[in-house]
């Protein structure tokens, strides 16, 4: 997935040379926390938050080029860029917005966190029996009732929970993506699970070719 994929499109720029309480204005009536500030040609030059426009308004600044940040200090992301690289750019900035540029600078959308987030919903709502489809067809040659047969054994023996094939299938498919990584305790637990599920059940498979 790429950055412009989940990018905010109808995002509100604003010029360095318009009025400080002109922008409040238009901030508040687009409903936008951030905005780009950017050239004649929408190249971005800076950023203001409503916290900076709070601030200007208060000390009397006058445009908004005299209290926005420079480009220098701006996070910002490629358009082509995965759009993971935005997840951990908002993470690790403590941003709530970032600008999406491409390669002239100019601004082509705004990720917001709230995109995001809404992005990872979409995608703990997903089953988790999509997740086993797609692993039985990267498993070549390996069938679904093999697949189901290995996923028991592995959940009887790191739970001690004594599940049959038919049991766990009914479980992946009532169960959201979501809802296993609680389950099992995290991310990286629910994919150290499937990958014991995979080494076993192509263990199996080989083991019965021998025979």
Do not use: C
Request: charged fraction near 30%; proline fraction near 2%; aromatic fraction near 6%.
């Amino acid at each position: 997935m790429k950055v412009k994929e989940i990018m905010d499109k109808e995002f509100v720029v604003v010029s360095g040379d318009q009025t400080v309480e002109e922008v409040s204005i238009i901030m508040e009536n687009r409903k936008r926390l951030v905005t780009p500030v950017v050239d004649e040609n929408k190249r971005l030059i800076g950023w203001i938050t409503s916290l900076d426009v709070t601030k200007g308004l208060r000390e009397g600044n006058n445009k908004v080029s005299q209290i926005m940040h420079f480009k220098d200090d701006i996070v910002h992301v490629h358009e082509n860029d995965p759009a993971r690289l935005a997840v951990l750019e908002a993470s690790r900035h403590k941003v709530v917005s970032i600008p999406v540029l491409n390669d002239d600078d100019v601004v082509l959308g705004v990720i917001r966190t709230f995109d995001i987030v809404e992005t990872l919903s979409k995608l703990y709502e997903i089953k988790v029996y999509k997740i086993f489809e797609a692993m039985e067809q990267e498993l070549k040659g390996i069938t679904w009732d093999e697949l189901m047969e290995a996923s028991a054994i592995v959940t009887r023996r790191t739970t001690g929970e004594r599940i049959t094939p038919e049991e766990y299938e009914q479980r992946i498919k009532d169960s959201t993506f979501g809802e296993a990584i609680w389950a099992t305790g995290g991310l990286e637990k629910f994919f150290v699970g499937l990958i014991a599920i995979g080494e076993l059940v192509i263990a199996r498979k080989v083991a019965r070719a021998r025979e």
